[in-house]
């Protein structure tokens, strides 16, 4: 088992470029997460899908999409990069709904995203 | 809507003190929450998670964490660091069934050998 994988671990855009993030998980989990790390604000969750073909936004939405593509995958893109926007992402899985045993998140190794 | 508070943004502490770190949530119903660590240059890894039953939650390298409910409170706690705990810890929680999990913005965590 992989886990969750995460590409590209490195990118540097230029104001204006797009990108998407790619995210799976061979868990067989449900339930997937972006989230955005930056220094003194800790985890802020950017969207989530709860389940296949269902997506909802977090704290943080604007200037962002996300694609569940299937239950494996769920990509986050940058339509027009803004330097606001130079942060680490986090893809995370989750099991929802298993017992209280199984129910946790499993993070990716992030992507470090520097918008210039 | 839910949110998560941890007031301690830098906590030094010297081998073998005694650790606890702070966390209130804000969230009218059920909650299930969690304590994730993340070392320096590593991703986010569950120490311990509560979700019903016996408020005193017991984790991995002995972490432990107490569930208050009226205090909004799930403090993280350890009787005796070590060098090794240098890290981030981040507490988050989630409603009852919801999916969405919010988390906090984390306490650096700094231990003097």
């Known amino acids: 088992n992989a886990g969750v994988t995460q590409t590209p671990k490195f990118q540097v855009l230029k104001t204006g470029q797009s990108m998407t993030l790619q995210c799976a998980q061979d868990?067989?989990?449900?339930?997937m997460y972006w989230y955005r790390q930056d220094p003194g604000m800790g985890l802020r969750l950017i969207y989530y899908s709860a389940s296949e073909g269902t997506t909802d936004k977090g704290e943080v939405p604007n200037g962002y999409n996300v694609s569940r593509l299937n239950k494996r995958e769920f990509s986050l893109r940058l339509e027009s990069a803004a330097p606001s926007q130079t942060s680490v992402y986090f893809c995370a899985s989750r099991l929802q709904g298993g017992t209280t045993v199984t129910d946790t998140q499993y993070f990716g190794p992030g992507t470090r995203l520097t918008v210039l | 809507a839910q949110s998560v508070s941890q007031h301690n943004h830098h906590v030094i502490l010297s081998e073998a003190a005694s650790l606890e770190l702070g966390c209130n949530y804000s969230?009218?119903?059920?909650?299930?929450l969690f304590w994730y660590v993340q070392y320096p240059g590593q991703h986010l890894q569950l120490l311990l998670k509560y979700f019903s039953g016996d408020p005193l939650v017991k984790g991995i390298k002995g972490f432990e964490a107490e569930f208050i409910k009226s205090k909004f409170s799930f403090n993280l706690r350890k009787p005796s660091v070590q060098w090794s705990d240098t890290a981030e810890y981040f507490c988050?929680?989630?409603?009852?069934?919801?999916?969405?999990?919010?988390f906090g913005s984390g306490t650096r965590l700094s231990i003097r050998p």
């Open positions: 969230y009218g119903g059920t909650v299930n």
């Open positions: 868990m067989n989990h449900n339930s």
């Open positions: 988050a929680v989630t409603g009852g069934s919801a999916s969405k999990i919010i």
